[in-house]
Nanobody, 114 residues
């Protein structure tokens, strides 16, 4: 069965960095577009980035462009989200998403606070 497990969240000060990981199993990861979403308290879940199966193309929500980098390691069936220059408004639960089958991970909390 499809399984997505996020890790790497935590507390960080404004301006800091975190790297999120999403370990995937149960499908052919190397053939799959992958996405990251986030959901802040009281807000709807929003798409923030995706990456093509080979990693050759990436797309970002404008508000994170230049600060976040999505990447993948197909040998490890893992997609990453490197986040830098974090701001308090980046505080959210971050989710890994497999769009083809609409599967979601359980999410990992990122809290940006001084």
């Amino acid at each position: 069965q499809v399984k997505l497990v996020e890790s790497g969240g935590g507390f960080v000060q404004p301006g800091g960095s975190l790297r999120l990981s999403c370990a995937a199993s149960g499908f052919t990861f190397s053939d799959s577009l992958m996405s990251w979403y986030r959901q802040a308290p009281g807000k709807e879940r929003e798409w923030i980035a995706n990456i093509a199966p080979t990693g050759s193309m990436t797309n970002y929500k404008e508000v994170v462009k230049g600060r976040f980098t999505i990447s993948r390691d197909n040998a490890r069936n893992t997609v990453y989200l490197q986040m830098s220059d974090l701001k308090p408004e980046d505080t959210a639960v971050y989710f890994c998403h497999f769009p083809s089958k609409n599967y979601w991970g359980q999410g990992t909390q990122v809290t940006v606070t001084s």
